[in-house]
């Protein structure tokens, strides 16, 4: 009995959505119960644009029509659309070659090459941390604005400042020049930066502070223009790729390294090696 009532609550579901003329735009399947716009799913259900999906005790699979698939941890919550999926509560695992993006927290998730698969995690504090399996992410604020480029083995994780001035910016990178323009890159980014003395500090290691300049167009592919208000010339070199061991500061946005421990969700789901004999 309680099986068929299941059946016709989410029958009763999908004609609501055919009512409306929402067409399907993918399924999903979970190893035990799920919700599914408010209605409790065993098995698989079809997914609208819109559709609010809850992960209790076991992991839901989400396969849409253009090609991404997500895996929603348990005890996760997210709203699907047709170009992204706006995650609420716990984590999911992202596999898309597309613009397909993910959205925690006021952050946009986005693969930047091809076969990328990933995981966000929302954490306590109104922190998301981004680690990468293959490929790699671009992750940006609500203005479109790129913070870090995530790569596999370098999770981050990003932490919004409570009154956080949306222009500042603080981070460590080499200094280098092109054309006549000055560039620092910080988390993966490349940023031009502007100030005095520039050209002495070309090839060094620098800690800067300064403040993202509103509607200047960067040079060279550059994310933003960062007037630099102070720098520091630091003894020891920067690490590999932009990305330093300290937290930096980017729109009042704090990025720090993480400890990855989103990677769990897909390895949760990989198939159990066979016994050796």
Not at 76 to 103: I, K, M, P
Not at 187 to 196: A, H
Request: glycine share 14%; charged share 15%; with cysteine.
């Amino acid at each position: 009995m309680l099986r068929k009532l299941q059946v016709v609550a989410v029958l009763l579901c999908m004609l609501s959505y055919a009512a409306a003329g929402t067409v399907s735009i993918g399924t999903v399947s979970a190893r035990g119960d799920m919700r599914v716009d408010s209605y409790m799913v065993k098995g698989n259900a079809t997914l609208f644009d819109g559709s609010v999906v809850e992960t209790g005790q076991a992991t839901a699979d989400l396969r849409l029509d253009k090609g991404a698939e997500i895996t929603m941890s348990t005890s996760s919550r997210g709203t699907l659309y047709r170009d992204r999926l706006v995650l609420q509560r716990g984590e999911s695992e992202l596999a898309a070659s597309s613009s397909f993006q993910l959205e925690a927290n006021g952050l946009r998730v986005t693969p930047n090459a091809p076969n990328t698969r990933g995981v966000v995690s929302m954490k306590s504090g109104n922190t998301v941390e981004v680690a990468v399996l293959t490929g790699s992410f671009g992750v940006r604020n609500d203005q479109g604005l790129l913070l870090a480029s995530v790569r596999p083995g370098q999770p981050l994780t990003f932490a919004m400042q409570a009154g956080g001035n949306s222009s500042a910016f603080s981070g460590t990178g080499i200094i280098s020049a092109e054309g006549g323009h000055y560039f620092i890159t910080v988390g993966g980014v490349e940023y031009e930066v502007t100030g005095q003395d520039l050209s002495k500090q070309v090839g060094k290691n620098v800690a800067i502070t300064g403040n993202i300049v509103a509607g200047a167009t960067p040079a060279d592919g550059a994310s933003a223009v960062v007037a630099i208000q102070s720098s520091r010339v630091l003894a020891a070199a920067a690490t590999g790729g932009g990305f330093s061991a300290k937290p930096w500061i980017i729109g009042g946005i704090v990025v720090a390294a993480g400890v990855g421990t989103g990677v769990g969700v897909y390895e949760y789901n990989q198939p159990s090696p066979a016994a050796s004999i």
